[in-house]
């Protein structure tokens, strides 16, 4: 058992996640704090609500860059609404509509102009954001709820209630992920859109509905960031897209599609953040958080590939040394 978890990709992130802890636990001042905790657990919230519905994007072969520009648009979404009087409880749904309708606009380019995902969403990560700006311009709107605002940061012991709910949520994902006809599909798609055609499997259909999922998991995270920080801003998760694919590509999901599971994606997602806390705490320079987190992502990306070539030549000299030992006997 030990030796298959660690021939794994995600055996070795939960080896690794587990080495950071116990070094950040014992290096570094307060990192063990329940306080910090707390902190670390909040401030991978937001990633890891993206990162669940990024998971089966990935998987399905696609991409969706604009996540963070959906989360801002949201956001703005959001102020400007409040400050137009509405009630905080008629908001929330139309934020939540919001990010819905920036996902669908994404699945129709790609499912039904057939445009490649990569480069509808890089398009509509600048779209959402300019229009973020065009709803809510650079102003702040800060005068939220208060009960809002409070529950998006209240605890149960060290465990903030968002992240019972990414825990929810992620169990759902997980479930129609690696327990459902759906998330075969899914997996089918990855692996060949032809071939997953001709068995039977609806492409466009499962495409569309991922992209509205990401879009709507995006503007939920716009909700909790925008409580959270108190503050419903334009520019709210700019740069958030290159945490959540790195994420996923660290937890074990292959760029190319057809491979991946949840679970590594969510210890990926905290394996980022306790290292960026750490390095925090330690007084390390913002430079060089953006510096170790692009090497993470580079290795998440080479380390599987490399394993592969690794395991194909291992099985090719073990075959021809069987056939030599036959050709002997």
Same mark, same amino acid.
């Given at each position: ?39 670390? *657990?909040?401030?991978? /919230? ?8 990024? /998971? ?27 400050? !137009? ?46 229009? !973020? ?35 929810? *949520? ?36 499962? @495409? ?30 700019? +740069? ?11 937890? +074990? ?25 750490? *390095? ?37 000299? @073990?075959?021809?040394?069987? @056939?030599?030992? @036959?050709?002997?006997?």
């Amino acid at each position: 058992m030990p030796r298959d978890l660690v021939r794994r990709w995600e055996g070795l992130i939960l080896l690794l996640l587990v080495a950071v802890v116990l070094w950040a636990s014992v290096s570094v001042d307060g990192f063990a704090n329940p306080s910090n905790v707390s902190f670390l *657990l909040l401030d991978t /919230t937001e990633i890891a609500l993206m990162a669940l519905t990024m /998971t089966l994007v990935v998987v399905a072969a696609e991409i969706d860059l604009s996540v963070a520009s959906t989360l801002g648009l949201s956001c703005a979404v959001l102020g400007w609404l409040w400050n !137009a009087g509405l009630p905080i409880e008629a908001i929330m749904p139309v934020c939540l509509l919001a990010g819905a309708l920036c996902g669908a606009l994404n699945g129709l380019l790609v499912t039904r102009l057939g445009l490649p995902s990569l480069a509808v969403t890089i398009g509509t990560f600048a779209l959402y954001r300019g229009l !973020a700006y065009v709803i809510l311009g650079d102003q702040a709107v800060a005068d939220l709820p208060p009960a809002y605002t409070a529950l998006a940061t209240q605890t149960l012991g060290p465990i903030p209630l968002v992240t019972i709910l990414v825990a929810v *949520l992620a169990v759902v994902a997980g479930t129609v992920l690696h327990a459902t006809g759906v998330g075969r599909s899914i997996f089918a798609l990855g692996a060949g859109e032809e071939a997953a055609y001709f068995s039977g499997v609806r492409v466009k259909r499962i @495409k569309f509905w991922l992209f509205v999922a990401s879009g709507a998991c995006a503007a939920l995270a716009s909700l909790v960031y925008t409580f959270r920080y108190a503050s419903a801003r334009a520019d709210n998760g700019v +740069g958030l897209e290159l945490a959540v694919v790195a994420a996923v590509l660290l937890g +074990g999901v292959s760029i190319f599609g057809g491979r991946g599971t949840l679970p590594g994606v969510l210890m990926a997602v905290l394996l980022l953040g306790v290292v960026r806390n750490a *390095l925090i705490l330690a007084d390390v320079a913002n430079e060089v958080l953006n510096f170790v987190t692009g090497l993470l992502l580079v290795a998440s990306v080479l380390a599987p590939n490399l394993g592969a070539v690794w395991r194909r030549r291992s099985s090719l000299h @073990k075959a021809s040394l069987h @056939k030599e030992g @036959k050709s002997v006997s």
